[in-house]
């Protein structure tokens, strides 16, 4: 027997101390419903049910995000809804006016009716709104899809979301004076996928070898910021100073993308890449002509030349611009002056009147001294020259989708299609806990301009003076439809028509969006669920079983506690054996 040590105390109070450590764990379990409240609980369960935890709460906020979404649908679904009731009630006042027993005081009456109702239409497209952002005004973004699906067509296609695809099946050469630099290997790489960049693109470009020399060595090569968006990448020849330009995509963050080459002096370029797809492509080109000649400041239209229109789905009418012409430009940009601008677009109509299209395809020309092709019935326009290649090589920037760069003739700079194809309002909705995991939804320019209901006073179709406002205050800034007279009133109606057409396709897309966000929020609850479920049962305690274990604790507790007591009083006993 021992007075010094207590080892059975020690021992018992060693026990009473683990128990009482433990049952404070089930008493904190118990108390928070939690089986994990610390690291030391489970660590790899914790850094399981932490991920689980931040998937359960991304998965519910993209619920709600994909229900805003819907508000933002059912908004701007519902001003269409509006714009519809416009339209059809404007379709019935061309009706009546295309009536042979309306007289002019009646018809002077429908046109007021119809310019007030175009300019509530605009007042929709430019006020309805979803959390201060502009759904219908086509401001916000744009989102125009451009294809090129052969050599010998190009097609404007209606709004997408989607980004493009690679170049493949790229061939290029540059030649400076002896040398030929071959570029294929740089335009075939996966310049999407990779996320390259357009200085990615022209770094390559320098170091790209033929005979021992690099292309830095005799080109300069620099990127070139448009005055209208996007890039161009320019090439100056080290001996000659000669230029030449390739055109690449808008934004400087997405990947090199080529439409054509150029050349001009000494500077040759071949390959013209037969397949891509591109949103926002602007194509800028020097004055020259097929041959790589550097164009005077004159051009000629040969007579008899010919090229092919195709409207919509119908099938390609020829024009022919019979007379042959020199139209003197002022400089070298692709501009003319006024007056021969003026005779080409007489010219042109002519043309199209003579092939019996002036109903459905317009020659105007802008502000700034370009021709643009206006389709009369809101349907995509294709032009093709008389040689079977493209008349147009296609050139949009990312703020006006109208914007097309001849190939052969200088002046021709434009084709104007459905108006509601050109910009649009696109936004990304978040519908998933991860990056990447979202919907692109586009809503289209609704106003009167871009449903083909309004136009140029004076021009054909329409009033003679602009008429209609923008809805938001009194400036008249449109020409509305004109149903002045039977027949532009009866040619009206298609019109209208058409823009019928466009709202009910519109909503159709809004509407079958909305239907796919309401499976996504089944999809994302019931996701969600699951994984509340898994995270539960890793992270929560179950009470029975918690509570059994917090029983047998304390019963511990107790008979520790107890024992304790008992070998504190053990060393007693060796008084007695000091009184004997």
């Known amino acids: 027997m021992r007075i010094n040590h207590n080892i059975s105390a020690l021992n018992t109070y060693r026990q009473l101390s683990i128990n009482n450590m433990m049952a404070a764990k089930s008493l904190e379990k118990l108390s928070s419903g939690l089986r994990i409240n610390r690291a030391g609980d489970d660590a790899a369960g914790l850094a399981i049910s932490e991920k689980m935890r931040a998937q359960i709460r991304g998965l519910n906020q993209a619920v709600r995000n994909a229900q805003d979404a819907i508000s933002l649908i ?9 714009v519809h009731s416009i339209l059809q009630r404007m379709r019935e006042l061309a009706v009546q006016a295309a009536n042979g027993s309306a007289t002019d005081a009646d018809r002077a009456a429908l046109q007021d009716e119809l310019n007030q109702l175009t300019s509530e239409i605009n007042r929709i497209g430019n006020t309805t709104e979803f959390n201060t952002q502009k759904l219908l005004n086509g401001g916000i973004a744009s989102s125009l899809g451009v294809k090129i699906t052969q050599a010998t067509s190009a ?16 061939t290029g050469t540059i030649k400076v004076d002896e040398t030929t630099f071959d570029i294929s290997a740089v335009l075939n790489q996966s310049w999407l996928t990779d996320n390259k960049t357009i200085d990615d693109f022209i770094n390559e470009l320098k170091n790209v070898t033929a005979g021992g020399v690099k292309l830095s060595d005799v080109l300069t090569i620099e990127k070139v910021e448009l005055d209208g968006g996007g890039y161009s990448i320019k090439y100056t020849a080290k001996s000659t100073g000669s230029t030449s330009y390739i055109a690449i995509s808008t934004d400087d963050a997405n990947a090199a993308t080529m439409l054509g080459l150029t050349t001009t002096g000494t500077v040759e370029a071949t390959g013209i890449p037969t397949t891509m797809e591109r949103l926002g492509i602007e194509a800028t080109y020097d004055l020259t002509d097929n041959n790589g000649d550097t164009t005077p400041n004159a051009v000629t239209i040969a007579a008899n030349s010919t090229f092919t229109i195709t409207v919509g789905s119908e099938s390609p009418v020829t024009v022919t611009l019979k007379e042959g012409k020199t139209y003197d430009t002022i400089n070298s940009d692709p501009n003319v002056a006024r007056a021969a601008m003026e005779e080409l677009i007489k010219d042109l109509n002519a043309a199209l009147q003579e092939a019996g299209l002036s109903d459905k395809v317009t ?32 050139g949009f920037t990312d703020a006006d989708s109208d914007k097309v760069v001849d190939e052969n003739v200088g002046n021709i700079q434009q084709v104007v299609g459905p108006g509601a194809m050109g910009t649009g309002y696109t936004t990304k909705f978040q519908i998933g806990a991860n990056a990447g995991q979202s919907m692109a939804l586009t809503i289209n320019d609704m106003r009167a301009a871009a449903l083909g209901i309004t136009g140029n006073a004076g ?4 009033t003679t003076t602009n008429t209609v406002t923008n809805g938001t205050n009194d400036i008249k800034i449109e020409a509305a439809l004109n149903i002045s007279n039977k027949d532009d009133a009866a040619r009206a109606i298609d019109k209208i028509d058409a823009a019928i057409a466009l709202v009910s396709t519109e909503r159709g897309k809004l509407g079958a969006i909305q239907n796919r966000l309401e499976h996504t929020i089944n999809n994302l609850s019931v996701s969600a669920e699951n994984l509340a479920a898994a995270e539960s049962r890793i992270r929560d305690v179950d009470m029975a079983q918690e509570m059994m274990e917090f029983t047998k604790l ?26 004997r």
């Open 74 to 82: 059912q908004t701007a679904e519902g001003a269409l809804n509006e």
């Open 155 to 170: 097609v404007i296609e209606g709004s997408v979301a989607w980004a493009a695809a690679d170049i493949t099946g790229a």
């Open 363 to 394: 020659a105007a020309l802008s502000a700034d001294n370009k021709v643009q092709f206006i389709s009369e019935t809101n349907k995509d326009i294709v032009l093709i020259d008389g040689t079977n290649s493209p008349l147009l090589a296609l």
């Open 459 to 462: 021009q054909a179709g329409y």
């Open 554 to 579: 304390n019963i511990l507790q107790q008979a520790a506690t107890a024992m304790l007591a008992q070998a504190n009083m053990q060393p007693q006993m060796v008084l007695q054996l000091l009184g």
